[in-house]
């Protein structure tokens, strides 16, 4: 086999392409779980305001657990996510959040720029600016997309 200079410069030009666009990708952001999640609520010094789809009288509420939680908040200093954050828990539901900087949640969300969920969106799973605890810097959030799970 033989290789020439010309050959070999072709191969190292695309090896380093290759290399450039995969550090260029955005960073994916893993969803929390629910014991993260707790920890996170337990210890930060947040004002929390709760929601919830689930009905403590309802039968089915066991179900819950196949829920999604969410945890949205209005400041963002440094790395850390907090200020007044507003906790969700539940399925299937676009939720109104004005003001959002910061979220985190259980399962992959999409976070929109408009309200009811329209206008440009993108999704928790590619965020682009990692913040401590599992939150995603989401500046210009107006709605978030819960999926049924």
Known sequence: MQFTLKAVLAQLVTVALLATSVAASPVAAN??????????????????????DVDSTNPLADRAA???RVVYCNRRTNNVCG?????YDGNSRCLNAPDTQCLSATTNVGFCDRAGC????????????????????????????????
């Open 118 to 149: 329209g206008g440009s969106c993108n999704q928790y799973s590619s965020c682009g600016t990692r913040l401590d605890n599992g939150f995603c810097y989401t500046p210009g959030t107006r709605s978030i997309n819960v999926p049924f799970t």
């Open 83 to 87: 200020g007044d954050c507003t906790v």
């Open 31 to 52: 969803v929390v779980t629910d014991a993260e999640l707790d920890n996170w609520l337990a210890t930060t010094d947040a004002k929390l305001t709760y929601i919830s």
């Open 66 to 68: 196949l829920n999604t």
